[in-house]
């Protein structure tokens, strides 16, 4: 059990770094000396050392001469390639280090492998596959990446008592609204479980909408009542409904448009991408997104969209709210069956977490 519990520590400490990495995966490392901690460390921000690195670096200058002699615990396996930092293989055969245990190996084909066989053609012992099932949970968004070619799916949405996304008659919620920038969303969940959204989208690299929902509600699809990065808006627009005084155009967060109409031109923090809105267009959404290097998305609405990667079965969680309030009539909530991994309440609402296993059957 010795190596599994140094494992858990390399995740415990990876996440600290999940967020602030992607698109790179969050390694935790610990340095290990006859039962003592002597380093440990964690992926620095995009571009910034990687987790073995930092383990190294923060053994003291008491104990470096013990590095050669501990066991190196990493998460995902180092890299052996030059990026935006060299090699981690590198670093651990110059400080001597003999014995490497590795959670999982790295599906990046830059690596995939290749820095397991480099360690043991320097004569070092690796033992790979710790909590190998955890560690491939940890960072499923970046092994959906590299090994789906596209990004991990959320499905978001939040429902009324009966089953409704919205009321069919929303001026009773938005009866003296002037101009786009007055427009209010009707609310189903309380303010808690509005922050938790928040909190999710500070934890995605994209978030995704239909026509519909810019057009009902304009949101600004950001992480105001959360402190963390605003994820990148992706907006469905086949025709152009969308107009420049809408707040996913604003440029204060990057965004994406999709469009069947040419002639766009793209500005430093607004893009536009022509695609066909066909039967296959969530597998192109998807394969766009990649292309783009968006590890993950959170698609929140609406319906039609939502329906859209249901139906296509491209989705790797949904989460959903089920309010209290009853609308007696509206917008349907998606049609989707399943039975949720977690269910917990957040005051009066109900969130369902649900996993789409079918799709993430070797992760």
């Not at 996440?15 to 000396?33: D, F």
């Not at 440990?40 to 001469?65: F, K, L, M």
């Not at 990649?290 to 998305?297: C, I, K």
């Amino acid at each position: 059990m010795t190596h599994e519990i140094y494992m858990q520590r390399c995740l415990d400490l990876a996440q600290n770094g999940l967020q602030a990495a992607m698109p790179n995966p969050s390694v935790g490392a610990v340095l290990v000396h006859n039962g003592r901690i002597i380093g440990e460390g964690h992926t620095s921000p995009y571009g910034g050392p990687h987790g073995e690195v930092n383990c190294i670096n923060s053994v003291t200058e008491a104990d470096r001469h013990l590095i050669p002699e501990a066991t190196l615990y990493v998460s995902l396996e180092p890299c052996s390639h030059y990026g935006k930092t060299p090699p981690c293989c590198d670093l651990i055969i110059h400080n001597h280090i003999k014995d490497i245990v590795v959670g999982t190996m790295d599906p990046n084909e830059k690596v995939a492998g290749n820095g397991i066989r480099k360690l043991r053609e320097a004569g070092k012992n690796v033992t790979v596959g710790v909590l190998e099932k955890e560690c491939r949970e940890f960072n499923r968004r970046f092994f959906t990446f590299h090994e789906k070619q596209r990004p991990y799916i959320i499905l978001k949405w939040a429902e009324s008592a009966d089953g409704f996304l919205s009321p069919l008659n929303r001026s009773l919620d938005n009866s003296t609204v002037g101009s786009l920038e007055d427009k209010k969303p009707v609310w189903i969940t309380n303010v808690y479980s509005r922050q938790l959204v928040h909190k999710w989208r500070s934890e995605e690299m994209a978030i995704l909408v239909g026509t519909q929902t810019v057009l009902d509600d304009n949101p600004q699809l950001d992480v105001r009542d959360w402190n963390g990065p605003n994820p990148v808006r992706i907006v469905l627009d086949r025709t152009g409904k969308v107009s420049d005084h809408h707040f996913v155009k604003n440029q204060k967060i990057k965004s994406i448009i999709l469009t069947e109409k040419a002639g766009f031109p793209n500005l430093d923090n607004l893009l536009y991408e022509q695609v066909p809105f066909d039967e296959n267009f969530p597998h192109t959404i998807a394969a766009l997104l990649h292309r783009h290097n968006l590890l993950s998305v959170i698609v929140e609405g609406g319906r039609q969209t939502l329906q859209t990667f249901i139906d296509a079965g491209l989705w790797d969680e949904a989460r959903v709210f089920k309010g209290i309030t009853v609308f007696g009539d509206g917008i349907k909530a998606p049609d989707f069956n399943g039975e949720p991994v977690t269910w917990q309440k957040i005051q009066n609402d109900e969130l369902l977490i649900f996993r789409n296993y079918g799709q993430r059957d070797n992760i």
